[in-house]
């Protein structure tokens, strides 16, 4: 620069002008193409292609309506209210109301119709089996879709990570992950110190039907996962955790032999009263001990997720402490 200034001073008016246009000229060429490099890093970081359950897909990262049907505990974790929530008729996921109440709702199956009127963005799908009311095709008209891997779509940890990466949240994700794992850990110690390798099982009332939660059946995975619970030889001998869950009897579970059972149901459901008056069910020793504890909230239970999880640990605590 201090070369050009002394060459500046021997040159003609008019070179010296031109020299003066020419450098201008180069700057603004350079701020242009600084400028489009800018907006060609803006557009690459909005979108990002990854290999989904159908295929390679591209996604943006800047969406901002996004409908992604029973996986709403994994979008509020990472602090994204959807565009619409998950439900059956009237029936909602209950427990993520507080940050759902003004969320328009969409049936559970995304109809073609009442998704193209919930205009998204982006659409996410739990498994391909979700999509059961159109193709992988039909949706991408609509908006991006990105179809969970089996894998993926039933582990609640796996979820966050992938729409972490798919919404540029993957700190996020960390952190909410970091995070659940203290807070098991912490939990499991205090449960440990309450009832120490005493065994709990989990009996869900449904109108006039009883379930048993298997070992890895929705909150079991907290309470013998996250939380360390023993679990009963009653619970051990139904096997493995298969799609369909199908009530038991009330004979069939005379041979509870739990500690603690934790019931859940609400209080107006037809086969409480029918289960508490049972001589079957007076006779398991958690019930004649008085280790029985009503939880009356069962939306929670009844699925994994960061907010549920956390929900069903906070039950667990309250109730072996009380």
């Not at 005493?198 to 039907?209: F, K, L, R």
Request: charge should be negative; proline fraction near 3%; include cysteine.
């Amino acid at each position: 620069m201090n070369s050009l200034k002394k060459r500046s001073l021997i040159y003609t008016p008019m070179f010296s002008f031109a020299l003066i246009f020419g450098a201008c000229s180069n700057a603004d060429e350079n701020n242009s193409g600084t400028e489009n490099n800018e907006d060609t890093d803006s557009e690459q970081a909005a979108e990002v292609t990854l290999e989904d359950a159908t295929g390679e897909v591209t996604i943006p990262t800047d969406a901002e309506r996004i409908i992604a049907p029973y996986m709403e505990d994994s979008l509020l974790s990472l602090d994204i209210t959807p565009a619409a929530q998950w439900a059956i008729g009237t029936s909602v996921l209950d427990y993520l109301q507080d940050d759902l109440a003004d969320v328009p709702t969409i049936e559970w199956n995304l109809p073609l119709e009442m998704t193209i009127e919930a205009d998204p963005d982006l659409l996410l799908f739990s498994s391909q089996a979700a999509m059961s009311e159109g193709s992988a095709d039909e949706y991408s008209e609509i908006a991006p879709t990105y179809v969970f891997r089996d894998e993926e779509g039933t582990d609640w940890r796996k979820q966050i990570e992938v729409i972490g990466t798919l919404t540029q949240n993957e700190e996020k994700a960390e952190e909410v992950l970091a995070d659940y794992e203290d807070t098991a850990a912490e939990a499991s110690d205090q449960v440990e110190e309450m009832i120490g390798d005493e065994s709990a099982a989990m009996v869900w009332v449904m109108a006039d039907q009883f379930y048993i939660f298997e070992e890895q059946r929705h909150a079991a995975n907290v309470l013998y996962g996250d939380l360390g619970i023993s679990v009963p030889a009653f619970i051990s001998d139904l096997g493995e955790t298969e799609a369909a869950w199908n009530p038991i009897s009330l004979e069939a579970m005379a041979d509870l032999d739990a500690d603690h059972i934790f019931l859940i149901s609400s209080e107006d459901e037809a086969g409480l009263t029918r289960l508490q008056e049972s001589s079957l069910w007076q006779g398991l020793p958690a019930v004649q001990n008085d280790q029985v504890y009503n939880i009356t909230d069962s939306s929670h239970w009844n699925l994994t997720g960061n907010i549920a999880n956390r929900l069903t640990i906070e039950d667990v605590l309250a109730e072996l402490g009380s």
